[in-house]
């Protein structure tokens, strides 16, 4: 009996054992580890890889990339990254998880939820960035009630930020950045009281914040609002007194920059805005900050007093430049210890660089360009710097030696356009023609490559070469003395003469070009004052202008459009610009047509060529802009000379030297600039951004009427820039009908003069920038052997059927992502489309190009 009873405890428990081991082989339906195994199987596009997942013989806790509490009974976290994991998120796996609390699921190609996944109620952090989701963000994010960290950044998410998120009371975390919302923030935003965190950047949000935004978080410390289309001011900032770091960079606020700082601000980004005031007037405790970037604003008055800058010891990052600072000396820098970067391009400094930049023994970079420096170059902290730009001032005598032995090891420097002179043994002949333009490029004779190369020991051998140097000099500066005397009275002649002449300057004034004579009736040429904007103290004249181009000489005429001629011309002997002559005449008064280029030239954006000023003579119109080093995007794509004139109207107003030795302007041909997608796309996106300003950024809002190929300029950094923006607003109705036709090819087909007509041109630049094809007269070949008749059918056509990219240029075929290429192509397809109401916005375009930008 007793051994009949122990042989059945040992067949039952053998039967328990099998069967158990069977249900951890197969796994329990309607179990966590069924869930997950489901889940992996299901999403992993490589079956090999998915069974090094999880593993059914061991308990699911054990599992990588599983976790769970703490008597590891319960899953609560499943963090599976870059995996490779494709799709949409299966019905029946994650969100069967009722006790999940942590997911992430970062770096992978999920494009969307399951149905099941809004029932994961007791979610504390969710992370989905850096996937696939091209869709609207589900209502359902509301059922999150416990979520406090969520992540959908780096993904394309479109449409609005739900109004449900009134729901996450407890989200303490929020990154939305790099995605495709183009709604105003909402106001249900504002119920999230716990958050510390929020990052909205590099979306289409627009509008103005919502109310009450500034005084709903009262625990907030993040706040990242970049590369939007946000309008409002700096006050709204004023009382979120918790913030550290503060990044609004790249919007359209406007306002007091002195509102802004409250509390212990540690990094504050406000560049590329409209802000004013006056920074010297910013009461503020600077002993906290760290980086410091106001540039590309309206900033006036001066720089930071003495008792600011010996406040801010742990600074380490400041620009300040392109703003509209009062003439000052150089700033007072000898305490900033820490600084790392310094820009202060564009900031309207004179008098010398001063001394104690030597003792920032951290610079690793320094822009002083653009400014009137002027001296030498002091001693700089060469073991640090890495950036080095001081071109465009006025710096005279040698480049150090110890300096131009560093630049083989820094990554940029730019001495170009000053009066500095240098020996180029050690340099390229590329180094020389890129970063010294300008330069008197005058060296001792007997600092030759070999001197250089020897030892400070050598004390003979330099002793001879001192010696010889010596001796070669004396002789030099005899031979300059002798050939300048005997050119001193050729040139006093060609004073006098250009003097005789100025002095019997009077009017009117008649010039003639190819196609059309204008008249300037004004009695005294000096008399007629010529505005500068951002320089009120030059008092030049429209005499300046006539010596400026040589008494509007040919010689000197860059092309004719719609408006009239456009010459090149240099203003007091530095300024570089283009004059527009508006020779159609005006239906303006004078103090009418004064006001609206006042109006013009306070219009800045990055990627618009600037108004610089005006001059009123007599019936003329007279519009200065700056000059734009690097031609137009209608020469640069088709390879045409620097100048060249085509004769079709308004087409190629070429701000650009007929010959490149005049001024030194150095011109990079198209085959070096357009070679690449990452360069061609940077010229759509600028060029897409200038409009959106103009359409969303301006009230009211500005209709450019003639966006094309030869509107859009590169500047001396090769950033795009549309020119002739607000122009015909000064005119009568029948220069306005004549644009309303537009230029062939780029005209929108209803004929309506409208933002949606600027997108249209728009399209057909982008698709200009992607086949490199024009819009009209070029080839444009189908499978069937057939053609089509212009660019926009033949790429419309293409894209219709998939083909879209037999049309990329073959280029840039291979220097980019041509998945990207065809998306840009599926972008200009539908900024072409032939009703209006069918075309993006402007804003929504921006968003969608920097969904395509190359990484």
Same mark, same amino acid.
């Given at each position: 009996?007793?051994?009949?009873?122990?042989?059945?405890?040992?067949?039952?428990?053998?039967?328990?054992?099998?069967?158990?081991?069977?249900?951890?082989?197969?796994?329990?339906?309607?179990?966590?580890?069924?869930?997950?195994?489901?889940?992996?199987?299901?999403?992993?596009?490589?079956?090999?890889?998915?069974?090094?997942?999880?593993?059914?013989?061991?308990?699911?806790?054990?599992?990588?990339?599983?976790?769970?509490?703490?008597?590891?009974?319960?899953?609560?976290?499943?963090?599976?990254?870059?995996?490779? #994991?494709?799709?949409?998120?299966?019905?029946?796996?994650?969100?069967?998880?009722?006790?999940?609390?942590?997911?992430?699921?970062?770096?992978?190609?999920?494009?969307?939820?399951?149905?099941?996944?809004? *029932?994961?109620?007791?979610?504390?952090?969710?992370?989905?960035?850096?996937?696939?989701?091209?869709?609207?963000?589900?209502?359902?994010?509301?059922?999150?009630?416990?979520?406090?960290?969520?992540?959908? *950044?780096?993904?394309?998410?479109?449409?609005?930020?739900?109004?449900?998120?009134?729901?996450?009371?407890?989200?303490?975390?929020?990154?939305?950045?790099?995605?495709?919302?183009?709604?105003?923030? !909402?106001?249900?935003?504002?119920?999230?009281? *716990?958050?510390?965190?929020?990052?909205?950047?590099?979306?289409?949000?627009?509008?103005?914040?919502?109310?009450?935004?500034?005084?709903?978080?009262?625990?907030?410390?993040?706040?990242?609002?970049?590369?939007?289309?946000?309008?409002?001011?700096?006050?709204?900032?004023?009382?979120?007194?918790?913030?550290?770091?503060?990044?609004?960079?790249?919007?359209?606020?406007?306002? *007091?920059?002195?509102?802004?700082?409250?509390?212990?601000?540690?990094?504050?980004?406000?560049?590329?805005?409209?802000?004013?005031?006056?920074?010297?007037?910013?009461?503020?405790?600077?002993?906290?900050?760290? $980086?410091?970037?106001?540039?590309?604003?309206?900033?006036?008055?001066?720089?930071?007093?003495?008792?600011?800058?010996?406040?801010?010891?742990?600074?380490?990052?400041?620009?300040?430049?392109?703003?509209?600072?009062?003439?000052?000396?150089?700033?007072?820098?000898?305490?900033?210890?820490?600084? &790392?970067?310094?820009?202060?391009?564009?900031?309207?400094?004179?008098?010398?660089?001063?001394?104690?930049?030597?003792?920032?023994?951290?610079?690793?970079?320094?822009?002083?360009?653009?400014?009137? #420096?002027?001296?030498?170059?002091?001693?700089?902290?060469?073991?640090?710097?890495?950036?080095?730009?001081?071109?465009?001032?006025?710096?005279?005598?040698?480049?150090?030696?110890?300096?131009?032995?560093?630049?083989?090891?820094?990554?940029?420097?730019?001495?170009?356009?000053?009066?500095?002179?240098?020996?180029?043994?050690?340099?390229?002949?590329?180094?020389?023609?890129?970063?010294?333009?300008?330069?008197?490029?005058?060296?001792?004779?007997?600092?030759?490559?070999?001197?250089?190369?020897?030892?400070?020991?050598?004390?003979?051998?330099?002793?001879?070469?001192?010696?010889?140097?010596?001796?070669?000099?004396?002789?030099?500066?005899?031979?300059?003395?002798?050939?300048?005397?005997?050119?001193?009275?050729?040139?006093?002649?060609?004073?006098?003469?250009?003097?005789?002449?100025?002095?019997?300057?009077?009017? !009117?004034?008649?010039?003639?070009?190819?196609?059309?004579?204008?008249?300037?009736?004004?009695?005294?040429?000096?008399?007629?004052?010529?505005?500068?904007?951002?320089?009120? #103290?030059?008092?030049?004249?429209?005499?300046?202008?006539?010596?400026?181009?040589?008494?509007?000489?040919?010689?000197?005429?860059?092309?004719?459009?719609?408006?009239? !001629?456009?010459?090149?011309?240099?203003?007091?002997?530095?300024?570089?610009?283009?004059?527009?002559?508006?020779?159609?005449?005006?239906?303006?008064?004078?103090?009418?047509?004064?006001?609206?280029?006042?109006?013009?030239?306070?219009?800045?954006?990055?990627?618009?060529?600037?108004?610089?000023?005006?001059?009123?003579?007599?019936?003329?119109?007279?519009?200065?802009?700056?000059?734009?080093?690097?031609?137009?995007?209608?020469?640069?794509?088709?390879?045409?000379?620097?100048?060249?004139?085509?004769?079709?109207?308004?087409?190629?107003?070429?701000?650009?030297?007929?010959?490149?030795?005049?001024?030194?302007?150095?011109?990079?041909?198209?085959?070096?600039?357009?070679?690449?997608?990452?360069?061609?796309?940077?010229?759509?996106?600028?060029?897409?951004?200038?409009?959106?300003?103009?359409? $969303?950024?301006?009230?009211?809002?500005?209709?450019?009427?003639?966006?094309?190929?030869?509107?859009?300029?590169?500047?001396?950094?090769?950033?795009?820039?549309?020119?002739?923006?607000?122009?015909?607003?000064?005119?009568?109705?029948?220069?306005?009908?004549?644009?309303?036709?537009?230029?062939?090819?780029?005209?929108?087909?209803?004929?309506?003069?409208?933002?949606?007509?600027?997108?249209?041109?728009?399209?057909?630049?982008?698709?200009?920038?992607?086949?490199?094809?024009?819009?009209?007269?070029?080839?444009?070949?189908?499978?069937?052997?057939?053609?089509?008749?212009?660019?926009?059918?033949?790429?419309?056509?293409?894209?219709?059927?998939?083909?879209?990219?037999?049309?990329?240029?073959?280029?840039?075929?291979?220097?980019?992502?041509?998945?990207?290429?065809?998306?840009?192509?599926?972008?200009?397809?539908?900024?072409?489309?032939?009703?209006?109401?069918?075309?993006?916005?402007?804003?929504?375009?921006?968003?969608?190009?920097?969904?395509? &930008?190359?990484?």
């Amino acid at each position: 009996m007793g051994f009949a009873v122990l042989a059945s405890i040992v067949i039952l428990t053998l039967f328990l054992k099998s069967t158990y081991g069977q249900q951890q082989d197969q796994s329990i339906p309607n179990s966590d580890e069924y869930f997950i195994s489901q889940f992996f199987e299901k999403m992993s596009t490589n079956s090999t890889k998915s069974t090094h997942l999880y593993n059914l013989s061991s308990p699911v806790c054990s599992w990588q990339f599983v976790f769970c509490d703490a008597n590891q009974q319960t899953v609560i976290g499943l963090i599976a990254p870059n995996l490779g #994991l494709t799709g949409p998120i299966p019905d029946t796996t994650i969100g069967k998880l009722k006790t999940l609390q942590f997911l992430d699921l970062n770096t992978n190609q999920i494009n969307d939820f399951s149905s099941d996944f809004w *029932s994961l109620t007791s979610l504390k952090s969710l992370n989905l960035s850096n996937n696939n989701f091209s869709i609207n963000l589900p209502t359902n994010i509301g059922n999150f009630g416990s979520l406090e960290k969520l992540d959908l *950044s780096v993904n394309n998410f479109v449409g609005n930020i739900p109004e449900s998120f009134t729901s996450l009371t407890g989200l303490q975390n929020l990154n939305l950045n790099r995605n495709r919302f183009d709604s105003v923030i !909402p106001l249900g935003i504002t119920s999230c009281h *716990s958050l510390t965190s929020i990052d909205l950047s590099v979306n289409n949000f627009h509008g103005s914040l919502p109310q009450g935004f500034d005084t709903a978080f009262p625990k907030l410390k993040s706040l990242n609002l970049a590369a939007n289309l946000i309008t409002g001011k700096g006050s709204e900032f004023s009382k979120m007194v918790s913030l550290n770091y503060l990044n609004v960079s790249k919007n359209l606020f406007k306002g *007091s920059v002195v509102e802004i700082f409250n509390g212990p601000l540690e990094i504050v980004d406000l560049s590329s805005n409209c802000f004013e005031g006056h920074i010297s007037q910013v009461a503020f405790d600077w002993s906290h900050l760290i $980086h410091l970037d106001l540039s590309d604003n309206e900033i006036s008055g001066m720089f930071f007093s003495n008792f600011t800058l010996s406040q801010a010891l742990n600074l380490k990052h400041l620009n300040l430049a392109k703003n509209r600072f009062f003439k000052q000396s150089f700033i007072q820098i000898s305490e900033l210890y820490s600084l &790392e970067y310094l820009n202060l391009s564009e900031t309207n400094m004179i008098g010398h660089i001063g001394n104690q930049i030597s003792e920032l023994t951290h610079l690793k970079t320094l822009d002083l360009s653009n400014n009137h #420096l002027v001296g030498k170059i002091p001693l700089l902290p060469f073991k640090t710097l890495q950036n080095l730009d001081l071109s465009n001032n006025n710096l005279t005598g040698d480049i150090p030696f110890s300096l131009l032995q560093k630049l083989q090891w820094m990554e940029r420097f730019n001495f170009s356009y000053n009066n500095l002179s240098f020996c180029d043994s050690e340099l390229s002949v590329e180094t020389v023609r890129s970063a010294f333009i300008g330069s008197t490029n005058s060296c001792p004779i007997a600092a030759n490559p070999t001197f250089f190369k020897k030892k400070m020991h050598k004390q003979r051998g330099l002793k001879v070469a001192l010696g010889l140097a010596t001796t070669l000099i004396i002789l030099l500066v005899g031979l300059l003395l002798f050939a300048f005397g005997c050119r001193k009275k050729t040139r006093m002649w060609d004073v006098k003469k250009s003097c005789n002449e100025e002095n019997v300057i009077s009017g !009117p004034f008649s010039f003639k070009t190819d196609s059309t004579t204008w008249v300037a009736d004004v009695k005294v040429a000096s008399l007629v004052p010529v505005v500068i904007f951002e320089k009120p #103290l030059l008092n030049f004249t429209f005499s300046d202008l006539l010596s400026a181009t040589s008494n509007f000489d040919q010689g000197t005429l860059l092309a004719e459009g719609r408006f009239g !001629p456009v010459y090149r011309g240099v203003l007091g002997g530095t300024v570089h610009v283009a004059i527009k002559v508006l020779v159609h005449g005006s239906t303006m008064t004078d103090d009418e047509a004064a006001a609206e280029f006042m109006h013009l030239g306070r219009i800045k954006h990055p990627n618009l060529v600037p108004l610089m000023g005006y001059c009123l003579a007599g019936e003329q119109r007279i519009a200065i802009y700056d000059y734009m080093e690097n031609g137009n995007l209608h020469n640069l794509l088709y390879d045409l000379p620097l100048g060249v004139h085509v004769n079709e109207d308004w087409s190629t107003d070429t701000w650009e030297d007929q010959e490149t030795n005049d001024n030194d302007i150095q011109n990079v041909g198209s085959e070096a600039l357009l070679m690449t997608w990452r360069f061609r796309h940077k010229i759509g996106l600028g060029t897409a951004r200038a409009l959106a300003f103009l359409h $969303h950024g301006c009230s009211p809002p500005i209709i450019h009427r003639d966006v094309k190929a030869s509107s859009v300029y590169l500047d001396y950094y090769l950033e795009p820039r549309l020119s002739d923006f607000g122009l015909s607003k000064i005119f009568g109705n029948r220069v306005c009908d004549d644009m309303a036709l537009g230029s062939p090819g780029y005209a929108s087909p209803d004929g309506a003069i409208t933002t949606k007509s600027d997108v249209y041109g728009f399209g057909m630049v982008l698709l200009e920038l992607i086949t490199g094809k024009k819009p009209v007269g070029d080839e444009y070949p189908n499978e069937d052997n057939s053609k089509a008749q212009d660019l926009v059918s033949w790429v419309r056509g293409l894209v219709r059927v998939n083909r879209g990219s037999r049309a990329i240029d073959p280029k840039i075929r291979a220097t980019g992502d041509e998945g990207q290429m065809v998306e840009g192509l599926k972008i200009g397809y539908l900024c072409t489309a032939d009703l209006s109401s069918k075309r993006p916005s402007m804003q929504q375009v921006v968003g969608l190009l920097k969904d395509i &930008e190359p990484v």
